[in-house]
């Protein structure tokens, strides 16, 4: 009786070891929950639904039409410009920041600039009849690395701190 519970423990043990696709946590994980795991080594983490970009692949980019605005955009940063509101707003899951100018006049322009210096650190928008704009995106690992600054058809100019 001893000998059979003892291979019966080994061939469950084997069962596991060899044949991992059986076993079931019961948590109705299955195959579906596998596959959305990231294979170690690569580093990088699957994008969520919705969105198309991650960091530098952002660069240049709006923010909209990548999934990176609606509820995974927060505001890092705001000021006002004569009666303009300039924002830097930011999504984690994008890697990504990028400048929003509302309540301004046709002609008032909006700039944001990451960390790192070079064309792809700064991007710009432009107020159309709209009255506001918002700019494509720029790589930051922080919100906080990002600045916003405005400058207005009158002249005035202000940026985030």
Do not use: H, N
């Not at 044949?19 to 994980?29: H, W």
């Not at 009849?129 to 790589?139: G, I, L």
């Amino acid at each position: 009786m001893f000998l059979a519970g003892v291979v019966g423990a080994l061939v469950v043990i084997a069962v596991v070891v060899f044949f991992p696709g059986l076993r079931d946590d019961g948590k109705g994980g299955g195959d579906e929950a596998r596959q959305s795991v990231t294979p170690s080594g690569t580093g990088e983490a699957k994008l969520p639904d919705g969105v198309e970009c991650r960091g530098a692949d952002c660069v240049g980019k709006d923010p909209e039409s990548m999934g990176c605005g609606g509820e995974l955009a927060k505001t890092a940063s705001r000021a006002t410009v004569g009666r303009a509101l300039i924002e830097v707003r930011y999504s984690k899951a994008c890697g990504a920041a990028w400048a929003r100018i509302t309540r301004a006049l046709p002609g008032d322009e909006v700039t944001v600039t990451g960390a790192g210096g070079g064309a792809a650190a700064e991007q710009k928008g432009t107020v159309d009849e709209d009255f506001d704009a918002y700019t494509p995106m720029v790589a930051v690992k922080a919100g906080s690395t990002a600045k916003a600054c405005a400058v207005l058809a009158s002249g005035r100019t202000g940026c985030t701190e």
